[in-house]
């Protein structure tokens, strides 16, 4: 009988979602400062890295990775692939064959 450190597959650890919370909590708190500052102050300068409508959407992106690192959504990619894709089911047939 063997004891193992690690948790079962699939499973996290405590420390890998204090972590995970963290990252989500300091990404949060960086994306209202972000907000704040494009509410009340003006333009930083030119280029793109300084248009509001860029900035926008990196605080929009920011958000929706807190969302994403919250609720602990776990992509499977093989339910992305697309049933129609002809290639999908080759390498389908070819993988189920092995032993």
Known sequence: MTISASPPSGEETRAQIALRLGIALVL???AF???HQL???PSLGEGL???RWFN???VLGELAFVVWLSVNWKIQFREL???NCPASHREDRKF???P
């Open 33 to 35: 400062m972000k907000a």
């Open 96 to 98: 189920s064959s092995l």
């Open 39 to 41: 509410a009340t102050a």
């Open 81 to 83: 692939k697309t049933d």
């Open 28 to 30: 949060l708190v960086a």
């Open 49 to 51: 890295l300084h248009e």
């Open 56 to 58: 926008e959407l990196v």
